[in-house]
């Protein structure tokens, strides 16, 4: 072919490309049974809202461990998702790449096609978490629908793991190499989601943690500072009866209390103790959670399609 | 007595401090003379990180040796670290777990190194704990003692005998490919290796041509540098374009066909030809022409009647039909092979290289590697024979005519030719430096 009939050429660019591996991914969501995480995610949502789902909502303490755990599920869903997406398929990428794929477009359907998934994925969870007995709120932070600012936070924890998850997979060769890597990330998550008490310099690097934002964005959106705290009145309820004061026993005189309908004021006494200034429900403390995950997202996103261009290094 | 057991501390380090790096001169004078028994220059044991470094090459174990390197400074940087913070704090005590997390991966690649050392030396596994509780002593053994002797030695690189450069570059022509490789480098830990030097050729079009070389000899480098993938220090014309210059807009004039069926096993082989064609064709080009060159790629490479099946139910012969097909999609001036025909029986790898054969002659280059040349020579026009110099360097034995190759190396088949250059060490007769200096000589007979 001659220069001017050659340059005259217009092959399909990084838009058109998009489309052509989201047809792809979608095709093999079927083919590969990739269809699987789906309801993979509804029986970890069901397993885990039967363990926690009774203090949702209800209790500081229930809603600290019910967000935790569902943050947990979260993130394990995204890392399910993505963990071996590229990795397993790194030299085909090389190939395709070589013959003329864009890898700026390979990711951006990577990140369409997961966006999807994740999407279901969180309405799943919030739909099988209503089926197994969790009483969500009416009312939202920003908007009157809580269901809605509930499936946002709950879509962002998930995606923004399953890019964390489809980065790794970037950086790494193999699936073997990625599937050693994925439990020491998710244990790091676990470890500074800030549910653990942590030495005060460790406690910041949980700011750069996605469960640490997801966290607090569902205790946040569960009204967290304005619930009762009622674990150590159960405990005291239930083992009060060996402190004595005054002849009278602990336990008793909690007793007596909840009789003459001092409870709540109690409860609510001691909730306020327990309160958290990044657990107010607030337009402020959401937009924080939901702009950090995003972040993430963003940032994982960019380092992603940055490793993958090297492809064309990778040895035989 | 405060003041005497401050003094007797003082002392204790200072001597301490002396005995480890007397400890660690000796080790060094051990490994100095352990690497001049595998022609390792010696002085090497003397910088930390290249000594371990190359007692893993020694030891058969680069990789691991790279790693091993990447740890000890790891290491001694974890110590840095811990020892800035305050004692008791917390980020003290991160650190210190970090240092003693390094410490025993490093002992654990030490292991592994060090069992390549022993099966390199044919020394019992025992030895392994000598290395690590004594490794001055033990160094210095393996290396004075003269019963201590590798099973190999790293391969000679006699840059003296090697052939010399013909640098007979040759004319561009303009229907063709041509080649002017001046050399393709690599600078791998440290090391600058040249892996293909001094090639020259052209190939007109039309022309089916074998690419022949033993293990090493640089065929897949060569193939990607003449694609543009992995660009060397030449000049390659493609039809009187230059394709390193113009690689954007030529890559789509290129075909190149991996060894393994690099395509997705779960996605239809209609869907899988249909994908390559949308980002290999002009986006102008016509729906209807797109659909009739799918339709012909599938028919002319009997893939229509497994058009609807996943990639991964098909037999060998049809995955290795479809992975040409979708190269083939945008009918490229340049088409690669590299051994198609692995693990295909003979007849369905002569029929494919038949297929090859009505592509070349549809005024197409195609150059193919293949393992097994003499079941289809006579499908070729040309042969390119590379060949490992003294050097360890990739250098052209011969390129030209099928027949004229038999002659010039005074053989037979293809496979005598490919064991006459390659090394005494890998079974061959090590002429390959002879045949190279003879190439050379014609080129520059041709040249004047």
């Given at each position: 072919?001659?220069?001017?009939?050659?340059?005259?050429?217009?092959?399909?660019?990084?838009?058109?490309?998009?489309?052509?591996?989201?047809?792809?991914?979608?095709?093999?969501?079927?083919?590969?049974?990739?269809?699987?995480?789906?309801?993979?995610?509804?029986?970890?949502?069901?397993?885990?809202?039967?363990?926690?789902?009774?203090?949702?909502?209800?209790?500081?303490?229930?809603?600290?461990?019910?967000?935790?755990?569902?943050?947990?599920?979260?993130?394990?869903?995204?890392?399910?998702?993505?963990?071996?997406?590229?990795?397993?398929?790194?030299?085909?990428?090389?190939?395709?790449?070589?013959?003329?794929?864009?890898?700026?477009?390979?990711?951006?359907?990577?990140?369409?096609?997961?966006?999807?998934?994740?999407?279901?994925?969180?309405?799943?969870?919030?739909?099988?978490?209503?089926?197994?007995?969790?009483?969500?709120?009416?009312?939202?932070?920003?908007?009157?629908?809580?269901?809605?600012?509930?499936?946002?936070?709950?879509?962002?924890?998930?995606?923004?793991?399953?890019?964390?998850?489809?980065?790794?997979?970037?950086?790494?060769h193999t699936p073997m190499t990625a599937m050693t890597v994925m439990p020491f990330l998710l244990i790091v998550q676990l470890v500074f989601a800030g549910f653990f008490e942590l030495p005060h310099m460790l406690g910041d690097v949980s700011d750069l943690m996605i469960s640490r934002w997801g966290v607090q964005g569902l205790c946040v959106l569960a009204d967290y500072n304005d619930l009762p705290a009622t674990v150590v009145w159960n405990k005291l309820v239930h083992s009060g009866s060996a402190i004595q004061y005054g002849g009278i026993s602990l336990q008793d005189a909690l007793v007596e209390a909840e009789k003459q309908g001092m409870r709540d004021s109690i409860l609510e006494k001691l909730g306020e103790a327990n309160r958290r200034d990044d657990f107010a429900a607030t337009i402020q403390n959401l937009a924080d959670c939901w702009a950090h995950l995003i972040l993430f997202i963003v940032v994982f996103a960019v380092v992603t399609v940055v490793f993958l261009e090297f492809i064309d290094h990778d040895r035989r | 007595m405060g003041d005497l057991a401050n003094i007797s501390m003082k002392g204790l380090v200072v001597f301490s401090g002396f005995f480890t790096a007397g400890a660690s001169f000796i080790e060094a004078l051990g490994l100095f003379f352990l690497f001049r028994k595998d022609k390792v220059r010696g002085w090497y044991a003397f910088i930390p990180g290249v000594c371990e470094y190359h007692t893993a090459i020694i030891a058969e174990r680069e990789e691991d040796g790279r790693t091993f390197c990447l740890l000890v400074v790891c290491r001694y940087l974890a110590l840095t670290?811990?020892?800035?913070?305050?004692?008791?704090?917390?980020?003290?005590?991160?650190?210190?777990?970090?240092?003693?997390?390094?410490?025993?991966?490093?002992?654990?690649?030490?292991?592994?190194?060090?069992?390549?050392?022993?099966?390199?030396?044919?020394?019992?596994?025992?030895?392994?704990?000598?290395?690590?509780?004594?490794?001055?002593?033990?160094?210095?053994?393996?290396?004075?003692?003269?019963?201590?002797?590798?099973n190999h030695r790293i391969p000679d690189m006699d840059y003296e005998k090697a052939a010399a450069i013909?640098?007979?570059?040759?004319?561009?022509?303009?229907?063709?490919?041509?080649?002017?490789?001046?050399?393709?480098?690599?600078?791998?830990?440290?090391?600058?290796?040249?892996?293909?030097?001094?090639?020259?050729?052209?190939?007109?079009?039309?022309?089916?041509?074998?690419?022949?070389?033993?293990?090493?000899?640089?065929?897949?480098?060569?193939?990607?540098?003449?694609?543009?993938?992995?660009?060397?220090?030449?000049?390659?014309?493609?039809?009187?374009?230059?394709?390193?210059?113009?690689?954007?807009?030529?890559?789509?004039?290129?075909?190149?066909?991996?060894?393994?069926?690099?395509?997705?096993?779960?996605?239809?082989?209609?869907?899988?030809?249909?994908?390559?064609?949308?980002?290999?064709?002009?986006?102008?080009?016509?729906?209807?022409?797109?659909?009739?060159?799918?339709?012909?790629?599938?028919?002319?490479?009997?893939?229509?009647?497994?058009?609807?099946?996943?990639?991964?139910?098909?037999?060998?012969?049809?995955?290795?039909?479809?992975?040409?097909?979708t190269e083939l999609i945008s009918d490229p001036t340049l088409f690669i092979l590299d051994e198609p025909d692995s693990g295909l029986d003979g007849i369905v790898a002569r029929n494919l290289f038949k297929s090859l054969r009505s592509i070349a002659d549809e005024g197409k280059i195609v150059i193919v590697i293949t393992h097994t040349p003499d079941r289809v020579s006579d499908l070729f026009d040309d042969v390119i024979v590379l060949a490992k110099d003294a050097a360890r360097t990739g250098r052209l034995g011969f390129y030209g005519p099928i027949k004229d190759a038999y002659s010039f190396f005074g053989k037979e088949s293809m496979e005598d030719i490919l064991l006459s250059v390659n090394q005494k060490d890998e079974g061959g007769e090590g002429r390959a430096d002879e045949f190279v200096e003879k190439y050379s000589g014609l080129l520059n007979k041709k040249a004047v």
């Open positions: 072919m001659d220069d001017a009939k050659v340059k005259k050429l217009k092959y399909r660019g990084r838009f058109g490309q998009v489309f052509i591996y989201l047809g792809k991914f979608f095709r093999l969501f079927i083919l590969q049974s990739d269809w699987k995480v789906i309801p993979m995610s509804a029986i970890i949502a069901a397993m885990v809202s039967m363990a926690i789902g009774s203090g949702l909502f209800v209790s500081m303490e229930g809603t600290f461990q019910a967000s935790f755990a569902i943050t947990c599920v979260c993130i394990w869903n995204g890392f399910f998702n993505s963990i071996q997406s590229i990795c397993r398929e790194r030299p085909i990428i090389k190939r395709e790449h070589r013959a003329g794929m864009h890898i700026t477009s390979y990711i951006t359907a990577q990140l369409i096609y997961q966006m999807m998934l994740c999407a279901a994925q969180a309405f799943i969870t919030i739909f099988v978490c209503g089926q197994m007995g969790v009483k969500y709120p009416s009312a939202g932070v920003i908007t009157s629908s809580f269901l809605t600012e509930y499936f946002i936070t709950l879509f962002l924890i998930t995606y923004a793991a399953d890019i964390l998850a489809l980065m790794v997979s970037a950086i790494v | 670290l811990s020892n800035l913070f305050a004692e008791g704090s917390v980020m003290r005590k991160f650190w210190t777990l970090v240092y003693a997390a390094l410490v025993f991966a490093v002992i654990l690649f030490g292991i592994c190194i060090f069992l390549g050392l022993c099966r390199v030396f044919e020394r019992k596994r025992g030895w392994v704990f000598m290395w690590l509780l004594f490794p001055s002593v033990t160094a210095l053994i393996w290396g004075l003692s003269p019963k201590f002797r590798p013909s640098g007979a570059a040759v004319e561009a022509i303009q229907h063709g490919l041509t080649i002017n490789l001046t050399d393709r480098t690599v600078t791998d830990a440290m090391k600058k290796k040249v892996l293909l030097k001094d090639i020259h050729m052209s190939i007109p079009t039309g022309h089916m041509v074998l690419l022949l070389g033993g293990s090493g000899a640089g065929k897949t480098t060569f193939l990607n540098a003449v694609t543009g993938y992995e660009k060397a220090n030449a000049e390659i014309i493609l039809n009187g374009r230059d394709l390193y210059n113009n690689y954007e807009s030529m890559k789509y004039d290129l075909g190149f066909v991996p060894q393994q069926d690099l395509m997705r096993l779960s996605d239809t082989v209609y869907r899988t030809v249909t994908n390559a064609a949308a980002i290999r064709l002009p986006k102008n080009m016509k729906r209807a022409d797109r659909k009739k060159r799918i339709d012909d790629v599938l028919e002319k490479f009997g893939l229509n009647s497994v058009k609807n099946s996943q990639v991964g139910k098909l037999s060998g012969g049809q995955r290795k039909r479809l992975s040409i097909a």
